[in-house]
C-alpha cells in the first residue's frame, strides 16, 4: 500500500519534537510492513502529479481554517477535485473540511466554540463505519462543516458535531472531523499547550478528565485502513 500524506500543518511548539509530526503519526496509525508513504508539504505548494500513482491521498489536520486567504487552499481544492474517482481520498479534521468545501459543501467557525477532549460520536450503521454504534475519538477544533455536498452521506456525529464522518461513494472518499491519529499522551499534551491561549483552564480540565476514558482511535484507524486496501469501496 503506497499513500500520499498532504501535510497541512504541524504540531505546536516542541510537540514535533516529542511527539512526531503529523505525517508520522499517521504513518503509526496506518501502516504495515511493505507499506510506503510520501508526505507532500501543501503550504509549499506541493500536492501529487499523479493521484493514481498511490492507493490513497490523505489530508491531514491543519491550524488553518478552510475561509482564510492561504494562497494554497484552492489548489488543495481543486487537486481533491481531481483525483475524485481516481483513488481513495481521506480527511481527517481540516481534511474533512477541505474535502466537504471542495465538494461542494459549506464550513464555518462555529458559534459553539472549541471541541476538545475525547468526543463520542454516534454512527449510522452504513458506510465505512458500519457495525459500529458509537466511537469515542480525540477532537480539537472550532470549525464544522454545515452543509453536506451533494452524495454525500452521514455516517456519524454528535449533538455538538452533527455532520462529524462523511462518506462520498461516487467519489471513493471518506472523512471524520476526529482525530485518530492523536495518541492520548499526545491528545493531553497538545491540550496543555494550547492552555490558556486557545482553551480556558476550565476547559483545559474538562477536556484532560475526558482523557482518562478509553477510546476507539485504532478501530477508526483499521476502518481507515479497509477502506483504502478495498479501493476505495
Same mark, same amino acid.
Given at each position: 500500500?503506497? #499513500?500520499?500524506?498532504?501535510?497541512? +500543518?504541524?504540531? &505546536?511548539? *516542541?510537540?514535533?519534537?516529542?511527539?512526531?509530526? @503529523?505525517?508520522?503519526?499517521?504513518?503509526?496509525?496506518?501502516?504495515?510492513?511493505?507499506?510506503?508513504?510520501?508526505?507532500?508539504?501543501?503550504?509549499?505548494?506541493?500536492?501529487?502529479? *499523479? &493521484?493514481?500513482?498511490?492507493?490513497?491521498?490523505?489530508? /491531514?489536520?491543519?491550524?488553518?481554517?478552510?475561509?482564510?486567504?492561504?494562497?494554497? #487552499?484552492?489548489?488543495?481544492?481543486?487537486?481533491?477535485?481531481?483525483?475524485? +474517482?481516481? /483513488?481513495?481520498?481521506?480527511?481527517?479534521?481540516?481534511?474533512?473540511?477541505?474535502?466537504?468545501?471542495?465538494?461542494?459543501?459549506?464550513?464555518?467557525?462555529?458559534?459553539?466554540?472549541?471541541?476538545?477532549?475525547?468526543?463520542?460520536?454516534?454512527?449510522? +450503521?452504513? +458506510?465505512?463505519?458500519?457495525?459500529?454504534?458509537?466511537?469515542?475519538?480525540?477532537?480539537?477544533?472550532?470549525?464544522?462543516?454545515?452543509?453536506?455536498?451533494?452524495?454525500?452521506?452521514?455516517? %456519524?456525529?454528535?449533538?455538538? /458535531?452533527?455532520?462529524? %464522518?462523511? @462518506?462520498?461513494? *461516487?467519489?471513493?472518499?471518506?472523512?471524520?472531523?476526529?482525530?485518530?491519529?492523536?495518541? &492520548?499522551? @499526545?491528545?493531553?499534551? !497538545?491540550?496543555?499547550?494550547?492552555?490558556?491561549?486557545? @482553551? /480556558? *483552564?476550565?476547559?483545559?480540565?474538562?477536556?484532560?478528565?475526558?482523557?482518562?476514558?478509553?477510546?476507539?482511535? !485504532?478501530?477508526?484507524?483499521?476502518?481507515?485502513?479497509?477502506?483504502?486496501?478495498?479501493?476505495?469501496?
Amino acid at each position: 500500500m503506497k #499513500i500520499a500524506i498532504l501535510e497541512t +500543518g504541524a504540531p &505546536p511548539g *516542541d510537540l514535533a519534537g516529542r511527539f512526531g509530526d @503529523y505525517p508520522e503519526m499517521f504513518r503509526r496509525l496506518l501502516l504495515e510492513d511493505g507499506d510506503q508513504t510520501e508526505t507532500f508539504d501543501v503550504a509549499a505548494g506541493r500536492l501529487p502529479a *499523479d &493521484p493514481s500513482a498511490f492507493d490513497a491521498c490523505l489530508v /491531514t489536520g491543519s491550524s488553518a481554517g478552510v475561509y482564510d486567504p492561504l494562497p494554497w #487552499i484552492a489548489p488543495l481544492k481543486a487537486f481533491l477535485n481531481a483525483a475524485s +474517482g481516481r /483513488t481513495s481520498l481521506v480527511g481527517v479534521c481540516f481534511g474533512h473540511q477541505v474535502m466537504a468545501e471542495a465538494f461542494g459543501g459549506r464550513v464555518i467557525q462555529s458559534p459553539k466554540g472549541w471541541g476538545v477532549g475525547l468526543h463520542r460520536y454516534t454512527a449510522s +450503521g452504513e +458506510g465505512w463505519l458500519s457495525g459500529l454504534d458509537t466511537l469515542a475519538v480525540a477532537a480539537s477544533h472550532q470549525d464544522q462543516v454545515v452543509e453536506v455536498p451533494g452524495g454525500a452521506r452521514v455516517v %456519524a456525529g454528535s449533538d455538538f /458535531t452533527p455532520l462529524g %464522518a462523511l @462518506y462520498y461513494p *461516487d467519489r471513493r472518499a471518506i472523512s471524520i472531523q476526529l482525530h485518530p491519529e492523536f495518541t &492520548p499522551d @499526545y491528545a493531553r499534551a !497538545l491540550v496543555e499547550a494550547r492552555r490558556g491561549s486557545r @482553551y /480556558t *483552564d476550565e476547559q483545559a480540565d474538562a477536556a484532560l478528565a475526558s482523557h482518562q476514558g478509553a477510546n476507539d482511535r !485504532l478501530e477508526v484507524g483499521r476502518r481507515l485502513r479497509r477502506f483504502i486496501e478495498a479501493g476505495g469501496a
